[in-house]
């Protein structure tokens, strides 16, 4: 009996392991991103790497420049159709949201946004993951249009 507890706990540990934001699956989810933005013109700027199982709600700042058009990424485990449960709020400077990734109307979230920078400044990428969200390692990918 102790064996079988011991190989219980022993698989939950490995269980774990695997869901956290090991070099490779970091690897792995940049490549998804960036080739998000590949096929609509834009050119890689910036990865961001963001590890949840600690906060559930991470967030970054950029400088955007004016006149230019960015496009931001977002990949995890899941299927592109079946991303669910993060959401990406984008506030400039005076932190006013200017976009997300969830689409109210269809209930989903999107794996990328777009957006044109009319100001230059600062901007501040906030990502948060619902309960619900089991893997909690992410990459975000900014990349840029002229």
Request: charged content about 25%; hydrophobic content about 35%.
């Amino acid at each position: 009996m102790k064996r079988y507890v011991l190989l219980f706990f022993l698989l939950m540990g490995g269980a774990a392991y695997a869901q956290q934001c090991t070099p490779e699956v970091i690897r792995e989810y940049t490549r998804k991103c960036v080739n998000q933005l590949r096929p609509h013109g834009y050119t890689f700027l910036k990865s961001y790497r963001i590890d949840a199982s600690s906060n559930k709600t991470v967030e970054y700042s950029y400088i955007f420049n004016r006149g230019q058009t960015y496009m931001i990424t977002f990949a995890n485990e899941s299927n592109p159709e079946e991303f669910s449960g993060i959401l990406f709020e984008l506030f400039d400077g005076s932190r006013r949201k200017l976009i997300d990734n969830f689409n109210p109307a269809l209930k989903e979230y999107r794996t990328a946004v777009a957006f044109r920078c009319s100001q230059t400044g600062i901007y501040y990428l906030k990502f948060t993951f619902e309960p619900s969200v089991k893997d909690y390692c992410l990459v975000s990918v900014v990349g840029f249009k002229r």
